[in-house]
């Protein structure tokens, strides 16, 4: 292996780290729907909604067909750092957005989301090429770990900057913190082998074989049970994501700082997650992984349900960080187990599909749930069945074996 691909590899997602904690996570969210937009009466709520939405829809539509022209272009490398900018020059324009700003930054976050999500296809589609298959699922996990430590060192700036009382410096440091750990993949993952073949040409031959590999991946019994399982246990994972803020404040009482704690402190276990997991991944297999993943994830979602004060959710949030990290991991090394060589971008086009649209009916379930019963409780309980239901899909996947007695 060359160590300085993976460790530039695995620093890429230390930089987008930052885009991910501070500004989808915790600080520009609130500060878009309280400040540029004002909630009352949800407006903010409903605009947020949408620019994620919008966001991830581009990019989910677009993935399969965008991975397949770097694949037949050779341009690989060219498109990570196409997204990459335009994250960065989304993300510093936030500088720019005053209360009222309310179309003006739905079009940066969109494009800010597009820029960072988008290029994670193209990341994802290295990992094949820089790691041997006896170690993918380690390097998978090291990758994650090295991800946590940067949300966790960029949201510690941002507190710091915060306290200055404006906003503006934070957005810069993303931008800055994005465009500086990302340069090691750009110097040091291997680059484009450009074919001959027209940017125009490769793309319409590109969709053409998004297509071809959306049949394919179909006919394939296992690759295809395996992706729904994943559409549906990380419909559940999202879910969660998308709710704990509010399930924290709204149930368990949390308050702003104690917030961003809490979203650290979470990071700390996703990391630790993520690197303890890492070398079983390979040794045990990913199947094993992520179905103890998916065990953790369905009893924090019994949990939630369970626990009445904000000391035990703690630690309740504690398991849940530690489920992250490895579901992520193992699921990423256990797709790689179906990919042919030659497809990688192809093929983690469409796995980006799944992942991106599988946050539309869990986010319903828990939204109806909560109506209906006056109560968040019972919906988080109902997220579970989203893990439990992933968990005998993927026990019934043939594949995801160890890696360390696969051969490339």
Request: charged share 10%.
């Amino acid at each position: 292996m060359n160590k300085k691909q993976i460790i530039s590899w695995c620093f890429f997602d230390f930089a987008n780290s930052s885009y991910s904690a501070v500004i989808l996570a915790v600080v520009f969210q609130v500060y878009y729907i309280n400040v540029i937009v004002g909630n009352t009466a949800g407006l903010g709520d409903l605009w947020w909604g949408r620019a994620i939405s919008a966001s991830m829809l581009l990019v989910s539509l677009t993935s399969p067909f965008m991975g397949g022209i770097a694949d037949y272009a050779g341009v690989r490398k060219q498109f990570l750092a196409i997204y990459t900018l335009l994250c960065i020059a989304a993300t510093a324009g936030f500088c720019f957005l005053t209360p009222g700003a309310v179309l003006g930054g739905f079009i940066l976050m969109v494009l800010a989301t597009v820029g960072m999500e988008g290029g994670v296809v193209f990341y994802n589609s290295f990992l094949p090429n820089i790691a041997p298959a006896s170690h993918q699922g380690r390097v998978s996990g090291w990758g994650f770990a090295v991800g946590y430590s940067g949300s966790i060192l960029s949201l510690f700036l941002a507190l710091l900057l915060i306290k200055t009382g404006r906003f503006e410096p934070v957005w810069l440091m993303v931008a800055l913190f994005f465009a500086l750990f990302s340069l090691p993949a750009f110097l040091f993952l291997p680059g484009d082998e450009r074919s001959d073949m027209a940017l125009a040409a490769a793309g319409q031959i590109g969709i053409k074989k998004a297509w071809t590999t959306l049949k394919e991946i179909w006919r394939r019994k296992e690759a295809r049970k395996f992706l729904l399982a994943y559409l549906i246990y990380e419909d559940g994972v999202n879910t969660v994501i998308v709710f704990s803020s509010s399930l924290a404040t709204t149930t368990f009482g949390f308050g702003q700082h104690e917030l961003i704690v809490l979203y650290l402190v979470v990071q700390v276990t996703a990391l630790a997650g993520a690197f303890l997991l890492s070398k079983p991944t390979d040794t045990w297999g990913p199947k094993r992984v992520v179905s103890l993943s998916l065990f953790l994830w369905s009893l924090v979602s019994a949990l939630g349900f369970l626990v009445h004060d904000k000391s035990t959710f703690w630690l309740v949030a504690c398991i849940a960080g530690l489920g992250l990290g490895s579901v992520q991991a193992g699921s990423r090394a256990f797709f790689t187990q179906f990919i042919p060589q030659g497809k990688e971008g192809e093929y983690f086009g469409v796995y980006s599909l799944v992942g991106k649209t599988s946050a539309v009916l869990g986010p319903i379930v828990f939204g109806q749930v909560s109506a209906a019963f006056g109560s968040q409780r019972p919906a988080i309980l109902s997220i579970a069945l989203f893990f439990i239901l992933g968990l005998v899909i993927i026990s019934g996947v043939r594949g995801g074996g160890p890696n360390v007695l696969r051969k490339r």
